[in-house]
Nanobody, 117 residues
Framework: QVQLVESGGGSVQPGGSLRLSCAAS????????RGWYRQAPGKQPELVAAITSAGRTNYADSVKGRFTISRDSAKNTLYLQMNSLKPEDTAVYLCNFRNEVTTRDYWGQGTQVTVSS
């Protein structure tokens, strides 16, 4: 059974940095697009960043130049380096793995990121 476990969230002041991790287990993830979503209170989830199995990345306009998505395939771990954090980045961040053939989604439980002075 596929499991995704996020870590690395927390509270930080504006301008600070955090690195999120998502450890995957229970499957073979060669043909998966891996991504980070976030959901702020009262809002719909939004895609923050994603990386395909071929290594192509895409980012939400609001995080371009500040966030970097990366993966360690040997460790089945996905990362999100977040720099120059802003209060509007406050949300629950969720890890997503999507099978590129079947489009089946797997989700982590989420990790809270709070940016506040």
């Amino acid at each position: 059974q596929v499991q995704l476990v996020e870590s690395g969230g927390g509270s930080v002041q504006p301008g600070g940095s955090l690195r999120l991790s998502c450890a995957a287990s229970g499957g073979i993830f060669r043909i998966y697009t891996r991504g980070w979503y976030r959901q702020a209170p009262g809002k719909q989830p939004e895609l923050v960043a994603a990386i395909t199995s071929a290594g192509r990345t895409n980012y939400a306009d609001s995080v371009k130049g500040r966030f970097t998505i990366s993966r360690d395939s040997a460790k089945n771990t996905l990362y999100l380096q977040m720099n120059s954090l802003k209060p509007e980045d406050t949300a629950v961040y969720l890890c997503n793995f999507r099978n590129e053939v079947t489009t089946r989604d797997y989700w982590g439980q989420g990790t809270q990121v709070t940016v506040s002075s």
